[in-house]
């Protein structure tokens, strides 16, 4: 009997989904990462900040050449990656695999949230569907097998402040919105964007019976956010003589996908980390310089091609559901179709799931809502990866669940 309920609880769940992602990157060698432009590829720009902190040279560097203090990425990921690579060797097989499996432990206790969040909303058996389709779908399973990034640890994150807001909505204990503040200051300082969706979440927490009192907790949060950001930020400040809120790459970023010789998508040989002249010039410059630079350049294409600007940023959008155009062959067949259609089917199941999510009256519906129509909003504006939207996609997810569970229940048309 005890083995039974051990079996049907969540718990279960998260250590099958840890165990399986650890097991795909010990047998699959996923951790055995190019050694092409010694390890670019893993982490990029934030596995050379990280290997300029584990030498000693500081939160710097992020690309081959030394360039002085950087503020390119938000500091968490990185010093985590900094830390492995001090212990364990930069750019090692070991420190690939113990990253990797550190991925891992998040992706698989979004499990757990998901779960949380779904009898919250849903409920039962839509939440044990969401915690196996996560625990065992293999788009879920590749970003933090494979990918050196922060995607795996935002995704929890964001799943973790959503299951703590439904919490808030239902007691509006003060120490939950401290802790709710203190949380935000984290997802700051890790993935930034995340940031877009603060406002939609407070906004749901103010109570109109209780306007006043909610709008003072929202404060108190606000203050534990910024008590969390603030000695980056002094750092920042005190590094480049200028604020900065947080990372500064938002102008390169735009600047590539917005320019003369761009069709709206990444132009990859403007890029420091892979352009040689370019990564001189950064060094030349300096990295506060060299974004000056790039943003002027930027507003100079905006200012003399509005209309293309809009065009390039309507494309965008469309790439950032159905994944951006990239040759795909196998066997001599392109797959480019399928490749598409394999990132538009879970979007359009997402978006049923949230319309009938919205039909039914759940209070939590304009929080979903805003994850698929407020989130994906920055990143229409530079070149929208895959991995960009995976922070969502657990909430993505456990809309399609829902979508297929009303589909089961001949509901799909129904109100509940």
Not at 230 to 253: C, H, Q, S
Not at 289 to 297: G, S, V
Request: net charge positive; aromatic share 16%.
């Amino acid at each position: 009997m005890a083995r039974g309920r051990w079996r049907n609880s969540i718990f279960f769940i998260v250590l099958v989904a840890f165990l399986l992602r650890v097991a795909v990157i010990t047998a699959g060698h996923t951790y055995r990462i190019t050694p092409r432009r010694d390890h670019f590829q893993f982490g990029w720009e934030m596995g050379r900040i990280a290997r300029a902190i584990a030498s000693g040279q500081g939160f710097s560097s992020p690309t081959d050449l030394p360039t002085g203090p950087s503020a390119w990425a938000p500091p968490v990921y990185p010093c985590i990656l900094a830390g492995v690579f001090k212990l364990f060797g930069s750019y090692t097989p070991f420190s690939a695999w113990l990253i990797l499996v550190f991925n891992s432990i998040f992706s698989s206790l979004t499990c757990w949230t998901l779960y949380e969040i779904a009898i919250r909303i849903y409920n039962q058996k839509v939440a044990r569907a969401t915690a196996w389709t996560w625990a065992l779908f293999p788009y879920a399973i590749y970003w933090p097998v494979r990918v050196v990034w922060e995607m795996s640890l935002s995704a929890f994150l964001l799943s973790l402040v959503f299951l703590l807001v439904l919490r808030l909505k239902q007691t509006g204990r003060l120490s939950d919105w401290i802790v709710f503040g203190l949380l935000w200051g984290v997802i700051a300082l890790t993935n930034t964007a995340i940031l877009s969706l603060l406002p939609c979440f407070l906004l749901w927490l103010l109570h109109p019976a209780q306007f006043r009192q909610s709008l003072v907790k929202a404060a108190l949060a606000l203050v534990m956010l910024a008590l969390v950001v603030t000695p980056w930020l002094v750092r920042n400040y005190a590094a480049f003589g200028k604020f900065i809120f947080i990372r500064d790459n938002l102008p390169l970023e735009m600047h590539m996908a917005n320019n003369d010789q761009s069709q709206g998508l990444w132009t990859r040989s403007e890029h420091p980390g892979n352009d040689l002249e370019a990564m001189r010039q950064f060094q030349e410059l300096g990295e506060i310089r060299f974004m000056e630079l790039k943003q002027r350049e930027l507003n100079q294409f905006i200012r003399e091609h509005p209309a293309r600007f809009a065009w390039f940023s309507l494309q965008r959008a469309f790439y950032f559901w159905i994944g951006p155009p990239q040759a795909n062959y196998v066997a001599g067949y392109d797959l480019r179709l399928a490749r598409h259609m394999a990132f538009l089917l879970p979007a359009l199941f997402a978006w049923a799931g949230v319309f009938l999510t919205v039909r039914a009256g759940t209070p939590a519906s304009f929080l979903l809502a805003c994850f698929l129509i407020v989130y994906p909003l920055p990143y229409y504006l530079v070149n929208p990866f895959p991995r960009y939207k995976h922070a969502i996609e657990p909430e993505m997810i456990m809309l399609a669940v829902y979508l297929f569970w009303r589909a089961s229940q001949k509901q799909l048309f129904l109100k509940r």
